[in-house]
């Protein structure tokens, strides 16, 4: 109906779909934060609706002399309504002070599948998360009961980073999830795990360390953690449960995003 912003946050396209629901693309022009920046940014879904949000390119957090960066993201999803929360990874660069917050509120009869992505250091350049400091927090709620609370404060160099209970030395990490009446989440579960179990016996899959598993916290929640060396297969591993879980959902989910193409 309408576009406007405030920032360098923006809605690049808004693409309605032939089934009803609409492909949003959220754009960050700069590409990353460096220290000082705060960037929030909050999405309603009204009743009803039915919304992929996806983003062009990494986030990227720069490395910060003495303040950090902060980045709060609210997802709000209506009664009846379902959202599909895709960015592509984040990037924490070495020496970055980031703290990264995602808090979804789930009415309900709302579902919604999600991911997020956390690569440390750029690989391919050699670099490692050496120095710095990670703050990240993931909360999920459906009529204001807590489903889910993951919070980890980590400095470079800290146990979480190379213990078997944390990131087990690998330099990515992966949470997928889903949200769903809990007969359509069973059916879920099982593919996931089947899926996985697949996956992780490939050649790819070992050359990457991929490491991986999926459980049902609760009733109504579904969730998958990978761990791996290489951020792009864990994305095409993420995006394997995304495609799995979707024909689970509300119907009339479409195509994945053009933009992913590109």
Same mark, same amino acid.
């Given at each position: 109906?309408?576009?406007?912003?405030?920032?360098?946050?923006?809605?690049?396209?808004?693409?309605?779909?032939?089934?009803?629901?609409?492909?949003?693309?959220?754009?960050?022009?700069?590409?990353?934060?460096? #220290?000082?920046?705060?960037?929030? $940014?909050?999405? *309603?879904?009204?009743?009803?609706?039915?919304?992929?949000?996806? !983003?062009? #390119?990494?986030?990227?957090?720069?490395?910060?002399?003495?303040?950090?960066?902060?980045?709060? !993201?609210?997802?709000?999803? *209506?009664?009846?309504?379902?959202?599909? @929360?895709?960015?592509?990874? !984040?990037?924490?660069?070495?020496?970055?002070? *980031?703290?990264? +917050?995602?808090?979804?509120?789930?009415?309900?009869?709302?579902?919604?599948?999600?991911?997020?992505?956390?690569?440390?250091?750029? *690989?391919?350049?050699?670099?490692?998360?050496?120095?710095?400091?990670? %703050?990240?927090?993931?909360?999920?709620? +459906?009529?204001? +009961?807590?489903? @889910?609370?993951?919070?980890?404060?980590?400095?470079?160099?800290?146990? $979480?980073?190379?213990?078997?209970?944390?990131? #087990?030395?690998?330099?990515?990490?992966?949470?997928?999830?889903?949200?769903?009446?809990?007969?359509?989440?069973?059916?879920?579960?099982?593919?996931? %795990?089947?899926?996985?179990?697949?996956?992780?016996?490939?050649?790819?899959?070992?050359?990457?360390?991929?490491?991986?598993?999926?459980? %049902?916290?609760?009733?109504? $929640?579904?969730?998958?953690?990978?761990?791996?060396?290489?951020?792009?297969?864990?994305?095409? @591993?993420?995006?394997?449960?995304?495609? $799995?879980?979707?024909?689970?959902?509300?119907?009339?989910?479409?195509?994945?995003?053009?933009?992913?193409?590109?």
């Amino acid at each position: 109906m309408h576009n406007r912003h405030v920032g360098p946050l923006r809605l690049l396209r808004a693409l309605p779909q032939p089934d009803g629901s609409s492909h949003a693309v959220i754009v960050h022009p700069p590409g990353g934060l460096v #220290g000082g920046d705060t960037l929030d $940014l909050e999405l *309603a879904v009204g009743e009803g609706a039915r919304v992929l949000c996806t !983003t062009p #390119g990494a986030q990227k957090w720069y490395r910060a002399e003495r303040a950090g960066a902060q980045a709060r !993201t609210r997802l709000q999803v *209506a009664t009846q309504a379902c959202l599909e @929360w895709l960015p592509q990874p !984040t990037l924490v660069f070495d020496a970055a002070l *980031a703290d990264q +917050q995602l808090a979804i509120d789930l009415a309900p009869g709302a579902e919604m599948i999600g991911w997020e992505c956390l690569v440390l250091g750029r *690989a391919a350049m050699g670099e490692r998360f050496q120095q710095g400091e990670l %703050r990240q927090r993931l909360s999920i709620r +459906q009529d204001g +009961q807590l489903l @889910w609370d993951e919070q980890a404060v980590a400095s470079a160099g800290d146990r $979480l980073f190379e213990s078997p209970l944390g990131w #087990g030395g690998r330099i990515a990490t992966c949470t997928v999830w889903a949200c769903a009446p809990a007969a359509a989440l069973e059916a879920v579960l099982l593919a996931w %795990r089947d899926r996985l179990e697949t996956v992780q016996a490939d050649e790819t899959a070992r050359k990457a360390r991929l490491q991986a598993g999926a459980t %049902r916290p609760s009733a109504g $929640l579904l969730a998958a953690r990978l761990l791996a060396d290489d951020a792009w297969p864990l994305m095409q @591993w993420a995006e394997q449960l995304w495609a $799995l879980a979707r024909p689970h959902l509300k119907p009339g989910l479409g195509s994945p995003p053009r933009i992913w193409a590109t």
